[in-house]
């Protein structure tokens, strides 16, 4: 591929999904699961759901001690530590349709709330309950 291919490529890609040249932001963040709300009590219990329907367990302290590989990792992962075979890709959309039905519970993390009068947030996040 010649230099700079893939670089245009992606940007022909990211383009018509995202322009943010019409703002000025004084911050962005960008969610790293845990900074906007607390979801780690949902993603254990997509990733327990979809161990759960191979008929697998997984033990919390297991998985907080992995918190922040991708869900491909985390079952790869599982298979090496306990010697069972797991079906990653069905487990990892198990846990992703478990988590969206879960995604209501996840409640705001405190400090964002104190913040939200002065920020602009995206309105996808009201599902935590933070508002414009």
């Keep these: 591929m010649p230099r700079g291919a893939a670089r245009r490529g992606m940007r022909g ?3 018509p999904m995202i322009d ?3 703002y000025r932001f004084r911050a962005l963040i960008f969610d790293c699961d845990g900074t906007l709300a607390d979801t780690a009590a949902l993603h254990f219990q997509s990733m327990a ?10 033990d919390r302290a297991w998985y907080d001690a ?9 079952f790869r992962d599982y298979q090496a530590s306990f010697g069972r075979r797991v079906d990653v890709a069905a487990a990892s959309r198990a846990s992703q349709d478990i988590f969206r039905e879960l995604a209501h519970r996840a409640q705001p993390i405190e400090e964002i709330l104190a913040c939200e009068p002065a920020c ?5 996040i009201g599902v935590i309950g933070v508002q414009k």
């Design 120 to 124: 602009n947030f995206d309105p996808h």
């Design 49 to 58: 759901g979809a161990l759960g329907a191979q008929g697998h367990e997984i």
């Design 13 to 15: 890609l990211l383009a």
């Design 66 to 74: 992995r918190v922040g590989l991708s869900r491909g990792d985390l």
């Design 20 to 22: 943010l040249t019409p």
